[in-house]
């Protein structure tokens, strides 16, 4: 039971380049969500889904889009990497059966725009 | 809209001493509030949560009670550790809007030998 999990680890991108990331979570969980962490500002949420098929902008949205294909993989892409991109993405799930909704973490994606 | 205000780092304290973390909400609703911690190079894991007003949440020696009077959820621990040395978060669930879970900036805690 890997939990969640993201890929890739790090990334360094050129501002205008494009990449996809990776969030992949084996608890069956319905929910998951995109979210940046930057210092002092603490998480921010980018985008969520309730359900394969779902997706639901967060609290800054702008610059990415996110697609959830199936249950378990939840995937970030940026279509035109800006260096106010750089910070690092967690990915997290959470279960519907959870009526406190507590979510699991990803160990983070570090990405820096240059 | 719903926010955590949590006192800014960092916090350098020696082993064995008392620590606290003061954490304060804004929410229209009626929230579920959470510590999570995160250690170096991880990403972030629940330490303790709380679900209405008076109830404490407690783990590894880590204790905080959901104060609504003062909207307050205060972390502390009697004795810290060594291994407590991470980034705390406290962070805010709505009951209304579940899928909205909101962060304070959090606070770094170093501990010494």
């Known amino acids: 039971n890997a939990g969640v999990t993201q890929t890739p680890k790090f990334r360094v991108l050129k501002t205008g380049q494009s990449m996809t990331l990776l969030c992949a979570q084996d608890?069956?969980?319905?929910?998951m969500y995109w979210y940046r962490q930057d210092p002092g500002m603490g998480l921010r949420l980018i985008h969520y889904?309730?359900?394969?098929?779902?997706?639901a902008k967060g609290e800054v949205p702008d610059g990415y889009n996110v697609s959830r294909l199936k249950k378990q993989n939840f995937l970030l892409g940026l279509e035109s990497a800006a260096p106010s991109q750089t910070s690092v993405y967690f990915c997290?799930?959470?279960?519907?059966?959870?009526?406190?909704?507590?979510?699991?973490f990803g160990p983070g994606t570090r990405l820096t725009v240059t | 809209g719903d926010s955590v205000t949590q006192m800014e780092g960092p916090v350098t304290l020696s082993e064995e001493a008392f620590l606290t973390i003061n954490c304060t909400y804004t929410?229209?609703?009626?929230?579920?509030l959470f510590w999570y911690v995160q250690y170096p190079g991880e990403g972030l894991q629940l330490l303790l949560k709380?679900?209405?007003?008076?109830d404490k949440g407690s783990n590894k020696g880590f204790e905080a009670t959901y104060r609504k009077e003062t909207t307050s959820f205060h972390l502390e621990k009697g004795s810290v550790q060594v291994s407590d040395s991470a980034v705390y978060f406290c962070?805010?669930?709505?009951?209304?809007?579940?899928?909205?879970?909101?962060f304070g900036a959090g606070t770094r805690l170093t501990v010494k030998p």
């Open positions: 608890m069956n969980h319905e929910y």
């Open positions: 929410a229209t609703g009626y929230p579920s």
């Open positions: 962070a805010l669930s709505d009951q209304w809007n579940n899928n909205d879970m909101r």
């Open positions: 889904s309730v359900g394969e098929g779902t997706t």
């Open positions: 709380a679900t209405k007003a008076d």
């Open positions: 997290a799930s959470s279960s519907e059966a959870d009526i406190y909704y507590e979510q699991y």
